[in-house]
T-cell receptor, first 112, second 112 residues
Framework: QQQVKQSPQSLIVQKGGISIINCAYE??????FPWYQQFPGKGPALLIA?????SEKKEGRFTISFNKSAKQFSLHIMDSQPGDSATYFC???????????FGTGTRLKVLA | DTAVSQTPKYLVTQMGNDKSIKCEQN?????MYWYKQDSKKFLKIMFS???????INETVPNRFSPKSPDKAHLNLHINSLELGDSAVYFC???????????FGSGTRLTVV
C-alpha cells in the first residue's frame, strides 16, 4: 500500500511534442504529490507539486493532472525540449510522516 | 551559496572501512533526510531528522549512524562498509514534513 507505481520506465519524444508520465498509488492518506527532475550527476530537483484538493496545476510547460478517485496523477511536459532530457520521479507523502515514497523513475529523452 | 551541500562528492573505499559523509543546509529548514539511490536509480528513505531529533530510521543496518549536531547539519557515518553499500547517497532538507525537498548533489560511494 506504500508503493507508488510509475510508468513508463523510459520515454522518447520528438522536440516540440508532449511528454506524459503516469503514477498510481493505493494509500489514500497521501496528501502531497511532488515531481522531481534529475540530471546525471545531480540531485533531484523539485519541479512541481500538487495537493489532492486540486485536479490540475500548471507551471510553465509543466502540468500535473490529479485524479483522486482513480488514485492517479500524471506529469505533462508541453513543447518538450532536448534540455528536458532527464529522469523524472513522482513521489507521495502524508503530512507528519517525514518521508516520501518515490516512484521508480522515468528516463525521458527528447530528440532534437 | 549552495543550499544543501554534501562532502565528499565521490568516495572510493575498501570493504571493512569506516567512512563519513557530511551534509549542511543554509535554508533554515527544520527537517533533514538521508536517501539512498541504488544502481537502478530507485530512491529510498534512510533517515529523517526534525529539529535535530531522529524521526525515521527506515530499517537501515546498525552500521549506518546519522548524527545531527544542529538543525543545519546531518552527517552519516558508516561502519564496516560492504559491497552492497555502493550507491549514491543524497542529503535533503525541507521546511516541514509535507513540503518540497531540496536535495544535495549526492555522494557516490563505491566499496571495492
Amino acid at each position: 500500500q506504500q508503493q507508488v507505481k510509475q510508468s513508463p520506465q523510459s520515454l522518447i519524444v520528438q522536440k516540440g511534442g508532449i511528454s506524459i508520465i503516469n503514477c498510481a498509488y493505493e494509500n489514500t492518506a497521501f496528501d502531497y504529490f511532488p515531481w522531481y527532475q534529475q540530471f546525471p550527476g545531480k540531485g533531484p530537483a523539485l519541479l512541481i507539486a500538487i495537493r489532492p484538493d486540486v485536479s490540475e496545476k500548471k507551471e510553465g510547460r509543466f502540468t500535473i493532472s490529479f485524479n483522486k478517485s482513480a488514485k492517479q496523477f500524471s506529469l505533462h511536459i508541453m513543447d518538450s525540449q532536448p534540455g528536458d532530457s532527464a529522469t523524472y520521479f513522482c513521489a507521495a507523502t502524508t503530512s507528519g510522516t517525514y518521508k516520501y515514497i518515490f516512484g521508480t523513475g522515468t528516463r525521458l529523452k527528447v530528440l532534437a | 551559496d549552495t543550499a544543501v551541500s554534501q562532502t565528499p562528492k565521490y568516495l572510493v573505499t575498501q570493504m571493512g572501512n569506516d567512512k563519513s559523509i557530511k551534509c549542511e543546509q543554509n535554508l533554515g529548514h527544520d527537517t533533514m533526510y538521508w536517501y539512498k539511490q541504488d544502481s537502478k536509480k530507485f530512491l529510498k528513505i534512510m533517515f529523517s531528522y526534525n529539529n535535530k531529533e531522529l524521526i525515521i530510521n527506515e530499517t537501515v543496518p546498525n552500521r549506518f549512524s546519522p548524527k545531527s549536531p544542529d538543525k543545519a547539519h546531518l552527517n552519516l557515518h558508516i561502519n564496516s562498509l560492504e559491497l552492497g553499500d555502493s550507491a549514491v547517497y543524497f542529503c535533503a532538507s525541507s521546511p516541514d514534513s509535507n513540503r518540497g525537498y531540496t536535495f544535495g548533489s549526492g555522494t557516490r560511494l563505491t566499496v571495492v
